[in-house]
């Protein structure tokens, strides 16, 4: 059956992929954008052997599974089968205040969203969990067993994500292993066994805030991470070491994309040219390679 890929992925011989449902079109985030191929949402979910493409199996959700859920790792997959979000819709246009309020609260009748994990190899359940589901994205450690549910409340964020809360799972059997109320503006990056999400930064093991803190300057964009540094835009490509003492940076004159933009790779700094068609005011448009300071 011919589809529209909504969501891609490969792990020890395994294709994972998932159809892209084409009919739910989300407001524009910026201007008014054209978002008819922008799709966050999928209605199929499905593995392949990677070398031959024989189907190994296929899963159905309920309800929708959206995109930014979907993680695989650890001989499983992870996503959230939910109800769409009808106040993220471009019909919806300046009519999100009531479907905003019913998805924060599950007001009425409306279906509770599910956390599913499959066997990568047979597509079987492992496990689920229906209780405070609640989270737009999902974020996997192998290497500690947890899985980390979460809201991508970036700048241009849609009114489902409504932010303001973590939870942790043992990703293996499902045990929810902390909920915590936490506030932050950007999508959260896995270092470790620690949780970076502008401005501060949380333990992965035990969800405790900790004494960490990061600014940056006006701009869109997600924030990347290493190792040892974070990189984003702030107004011009921003960094911030984790080293103790160090605070944010900036490289002037050029500036990162709307999206994720600033890579740190093979211990370079690498900012591939994306603002070819933006009309902000800066003086270089270029790709870029920076590396550490030499002593």
Partial sequence: QAGVWGYIASENGTLFGSVAETKHIVNYRFGESDMTAQFTESVLLFAMDARTGELKW???????IRNNSITVGGGKVYFIDGPLAPGDRLDAAGKHEMPLKMSSSRAGSEPAPILIALNADDGQVAWESSSDIYGTMLALSTCYDILLMAYQDTRFKLPSEIGGKMTAFRASDGERLWNIKARYASRPILNDRTIYAQPGAWDLITGRQKDFRFERSYGCGIVAGSRNLLAFRSATIGYRGLQPGTETENYGGIRPGCWINTIPAAGLLL???????CVCSYLIKATIAL????R
């Fill in 291 to 294: 590396q550490p300071k030499t």
């Fill in 271 to 277: 900012v591939p040219e994306a603002s070819n068609r």
């Fill in 58 to 64: 296929t899963y159905r959700p309920k309800h929708s």
